[in-house]
């Protein structure tokens, strides 16, 4: 009897999906959401294709390269550099909108924006204007997402307190999370992502 096919696991974005700040490439994102899938039962072809620095209007070259490889499943992390270099929260929005489209037949999950406010590096006074950005921003994100057909993950809420009460979740930069940021932060996202790999598992025996 010939094996079922691995899963394609394909994870887009900038640094934090690239895994930037953790010590071993095991500690990264995309290699804890494999793991986890694996001990869920499901044999997986991981590939990395985000770039540190990418801004959502530049995720059309790696929009290409995964669906050159059709994937069943994709991770998009996406938005910190966006607000960094200031680009308009519904242009950045809009544009992560389109890369979701530009993947049909694949099961997006797309991590929203994080509370960039909570790591050490940034300054204690511009905190609040910080984290009212990354809100507002990860709100249209949502929103563009969901009508692009894909799942929302929402990290910048929900990851704010452990990051803001444990500096050892940050690298050594005190920006990029580290092995165990990236733990809390594969946590989130591993229940989404294995509901969509189940599912196509299901369809696919059906």
Wanted: hydrophobic share 55%; glycine share 8%; aromatic share 2%.
């Amino acid at each position: 009897m010939t094996s079922p096919r691995p899963l394609r696991l394909a994870v887009l974005g900038d640094s934090l999906a690239y895994g930037t700040g953790a010590v071993r490439r095991d500690e990264a994102l995309g290699p804890r959401l494999a793991a986890a899938l694996t001990a869920a039962g499901h044999a997986v072809d991981l590939r990395i294709l985000a770039v540190p620095g990418a801004t959502s209007a530049e995720l059309g070259p790696q929009v290409r390269r995964a669906a050159a490889l059709v994937p069943d499943v994709a991770v998009v992390v996406i938005g910190a550099n966006d607000l960094a270099r200031l680009v308009p929260p519904a242009r950045a929005a809009r544009a992560l909108g389109a890369a979701v489209a530009g993947l049909p037949g694949t099961d997006v999950v797309v991590a929203t924006a994080p509370d960039m406010s909570v790591a050490p590096v940034v300054p204690a006074r511009f905190r609040p204007l910080v984290r009212t950005g990354c809100a507002a921003l990860a709100a249209l994100q949502a929103r563009e997402v969901e009508a692009a057909g894909g799942t929302v993950a929402r990290l910048g809420a929900e990851l704010a307190a452990p990051f803001r009460a444990d500096p050892a979740l940050f690298s050594a930069d005190r920006y990029h999370p580290s092995g165990a940021g990236y733990a809390l932060i594969a946590a989130r996202l591993t229940p989404l992502v294995l509901a969509a790999a189940d599912a196509r598992r299901e369809r696919g025996a059906a």
